[in-house]
C-alpha cells in the first residue's frame, strides 16, 4: 500500500460493539462463504477456492521465502509504517525472483502474527474485495501470502505515502488548493465507484491514512479489511458489529449498527474538512470545545464571514474564494445528522469536477529523476525529487 502509515504513532480510534453483532441471515450469500470461521483458509489452494466464484483479477500467492527476498528479509530501513494490522514494508519484486514476473516495487503489509479471528477475517476481506474489483482509484492487490501462521498482503507502491501523512506533515509543504480538491475528487470516484458495483460495497473505514498518493497525487483507496458488502434489494441497511474510526464513523451506525452507503458519506464530510481546516477529526491538544472537528466546525460552514477564519492557515489566503464555499457546503450536506438528506457519492462527484484546476502542481513540486538502485536483488529503477 506505499508507505500507507506513518513511522509515529497511528491516529486510530476503533470503534468496537458487541451491541450488533453480525447475524448469518443478514450476509449476503458471498460474505456468509468467505467469513465463516471454518471456513477460513490456511493454505493458497483454499485461498482460491475461495476466490472462485468472484475472482476477476488474477493473484500472485507468494512464499514466505519470496518475501524475504523481496524485502531483504524484513530489513528494518524498508519498515515504511505500522498499524493495527502490523507493519508495511517496502520491497523490489525483481526478474529472478520468479519467471514471468516483471519487476516492480511494491509494498508488503504483514499480519503482526496474533492470529486474532478478527485479524484473519479483515485480512481474507482485502483479498476477496480486492480479487474482484478494479478501478483507478483503488490500490492495487498484487497477491497474498498464506503460508502455516503468515498473513501477508502485497501491494502496488504508492510513492508519496497517505493523505494523512502528507495533510498533516511537520515536515512537508502543505499541500496546496488545488491538490487537495484533487484528493477529493479521486477518493470520492473511488467511493463512488463502490456504491454502484454490481454488487455494491460499503467501505466502513474512510479516513486520511487509508487514502494513498502517487507521485502525481493520484488518489487510490486502501485497506478493505472492514469492507462490506451492501444492501440489495428491499433492504435499506446491512446490520453489522459497529466497526471504524472514531471521528470518522457515521453516528447513526454507532447508535444502530446500521450500516448504508449514506455512512460512507459522512465519512467522506469528515476528511472533505480536514481537507479544508487542515485538522484532524480528533485532536486531544486543542482547546475542549474545538477538539472534535466536526462540532466545531460544522456551525460554520454555512456562514461565509466565518467561513475563512477555519481554513487551513497554512494555505495563506492561496485559494479561490467561491471554490472554498462550494467544498464547504458539500462538507456541510455530507455531514447532515440524518442520513437520508446526504448527497449520493455520484452527485459528489460531480459537485467536485468543476472545482478541479487541470494541470496545476504544487509550487513546491520539484523535478524528478530516474534513480537507478543496485538492490541485493537486482538493480530497480525509480522516480525520485531531486
Not at 33 to 53: F, G, I, Q, W
Not at 365 to 383: A, F, S, Y
Request: hydrophobic share 35%.
Amino acid at each position: 500500500m506505499g508507505n500507507c502509515c506513518c513511522r509515529g504513532q497511528p491516529s486510530i480510534y476503533r470503534v468496537s460493539s458487541n451491541a450488533k453483532s453480525e447475524s448469518p441471515k443478514d450476509k449476503s450469500p458471498s460474505q456468509n462463504a468467505r467469513m465463516d470461521h471454518t471456513k477460513m483458509p490456511s493454505n493458497p489452494e483454499e485461498v482460491e477456492d475461495l476466490r472462485r466464484s468472484s475472482a476477476t483479477n488474477p493473484l500472485i500467492a507468494f512464499s514466505f521465502d519470496e518475501l524475504k527476498i523481496i524485502t531483504c528479509n524484513f530489513r528494518q530501513d524498508y519498515m515504511l509504517g505500522g498499524g493495527g494490522f502490523g507493519n508495511v514494508y517496502k520491497g523490489y519484486i525483481t526478474e529472478d525472483l520468479r519467471e514471468g514476473l516483471q519487476p516492480i516495487t511494491v509494498a508488503v503489509k504483514v499480519h503482526d502474527g496474533d492470529n486474532s479471528y478478527q485479524g484473519h477475517r479483515e485480512w481474507l476481506a482485502e483479498v476477496i474485495f480486492l480479487g474482484q474489483l478494479s478501478h483507478p482509484n483503488l490500490v492495487k492487490l498484487i497477491g497474498y501470502c498464506c503460508e502455516a501462521e503468515h498473513r501477508v498482503l502485497i501491494y502496488e507502491y504508492m510513492a508519496r505515502g497517505s493523505v494523512e501523512n502528507n495533510l498533516f506533515s511537520r515536515v512537508l509543504l502543505p499541500l496546496p488548493w488545488s491538490i487537495r480538491m484533487k484528493i477529493a475528487f479521486g477518493a470520492a470516484k473511488g467511493l463512488a465507484f463502490l456504491h454502484e458495483a454490481e454488487k455494491p460495497v460499503i467501505y466502513r473505514d474512510f479516513k486520511t491514512s487509508n487514502i494513498l498518493l502517487d507521485l502525481e497525487y493520484n488518489t487510490k483507496l486502501s485497506d478493505f479489511g472492514l469492507a462490506k458488502d451492501g444492501p440489495v434489494g428491499d433492504k435499506s441497511h446491512v446490520s453489522t458489529r459497529i466497526m471504524g474510526t472514531y471521528g470518522y464513523a457515521a453516528p447513526e451506525y454507532i447508535m444502530t449498527g446500521h450500516l448504508t452507503p449514506r455512512s460512507d458519506v459522512y465519512s467522506f464530510g469528515v476528511v472533505l474538512l480536514e481537507l479544508l481546516t487542515g485538522r484532524r477529526s480528533l485532536d486531544k491538544s486543542k482547546p475542549a470545545r474545538e477538539q472534535n472537528l466536526t462540532d466545531w466546525a460544522v456551525p460554520l460552514l454555512r456562514e461565509k464571514k466565518k467561513l475563512l477564519n477555519i481554513i487551513d492557515p497554512r494555505l495563506d489566503g492561496d485559494y479561490p474564494i467561491k471554490s472554498v464555499h462550494k467544498a464547504a457546503m458539500l462538507a456541510y450536506h455530507c455531514l447532515n445528522r440524518n442520513p437520508k438528506a446526504r448527497p449520493l457519492m455520484r452527485d459528489i462527484v460531480d459537485s467536485l469536477e468543476p472545482l478541479q484546476i487541470p494541470g496545476e502542481v504544487p509550487t513546491s513540486e520539484k523535478p524528478t529523476l530516474t534513480v537507478i538502485t543496485d538492490t541485493p536483488n537486482g538493480v530497480i529503477k525509480e522516480k525520485v525529487q531531486t
